[in-house]
């Protein structure tokens, strides 16, 4: 043991492990985030609460049977940071990890614990190819470990790309997604209830695009997991 803590050490001198929120040395046993960082995640706990904020979001556009996201998603917070280098530093360990804390907490649900197919939102291939991955996978990855349920980024795929949303209203946002998904193969989610995530949900158009899709090709139902939200 005192040999394994000084190897630690010595690594550390020379490539400190820092954490993602805080940017404080991580200890030996930290992954990612440290312990404080972890704990003070704001998380929703919508899991827990059947006709959430988030559910009746969606209530008169898609019927989704269960809806939650991990955490509350407002600019500056850590949440924030956190998706921004996942998105565009390529930290794609955040994605993983938060995934799997994600993961762990919808174990308490019977509605999430029971999906048979968990879905990335895609992004469309020109997009993929700039980016150089879909951050949504890595989510993915770790709700799967959690979850234990096999995830696929062949169920759902972008037919075309839309343009950004950030500067688009509510309508808006949702001419752009109309009809940009399709699915390939639809004997992957035949009859299956399925988990459709991403990382932020805004004004709910594109994850609205994607659930109507899947349940027209087939999908018995869809529960929608995001890693952030700022419904309340």
């Known amino acids: 043991m005192w040999l394994t803590n000084c190897f630690y050490d010595i690594i550390q001198l020379f490539y400190p492990?820092?954490?993602?929120?805080?940017?404080?040395?991580?200890?030996?046993?930290?992954?990612?985030?440290?312990?404080?960082?972890?704990?003070?995640?704001?998380?929703?706990?919508?899991?827990?609460?059947?006709?959430n904020p988030l559910e009746k979001y969606f209530w008169g556009r898609i019927p989704v049977q269960r809806a939650t996201a991990f955490c509350f998603f407002q600019k500056g917070n850590r949440l924030q940071r956190l998706i921004h280098q996942l998105k565009y530093q390529g930290r794609t360990d955040i994605g993983q990890f938060l995934g799997r804390l994600f993961g762990e907490e919808l174990k308490e649900s019977t509605d999430f614990a029971g999906i048979e197919l968990i879905v990335p939102v895609p992004l469309h291939r020109s997009r993929l190819l700039q980016r150089g991955y879909n951050q949504v996978d890595f989510v993915c990855q770790g709700l799967s470990e959690a979850l234990q349920k096999p995830w696929s980024t062949k169920a759902l795929l972008r037919a075309h790309a839309s343009e950004s949303q950030t500067r688009k209203g509510r309508f808006e946002r949702w001419a752009n997604v109309a009809e940009v998904f399709t699915v390939p193969d639809e004997t992957l989610?035949?009859?299956?209830?399925?988990?459709?995530?991403?990382?932020?949900?805004?004004?709910?158009s594109t994850l609205e695009s994607a659930a109507r899709t899947l349940l027209d090709k087939g999908a018995a139902s869809i529960c929608v997991a995001t890693l952030g939200c700022s419904v309340k």
């Open 17 to 51: 492990r820092v954490c993602a929120g805080c940017f404080h040395s991580l200890a030996s046993n930290e992954q990612v985030l440290c312990s404080y960082c972890t704990y003070f995640l704001p998380r929703t706990r919508y899991h827990t609460m059947k006709d």
């Open 189 to 204: 989610i035949a009859s299956k209830h399925l988990l459709l995530v991403d990382d932020v949900i805004t004004t709910g």
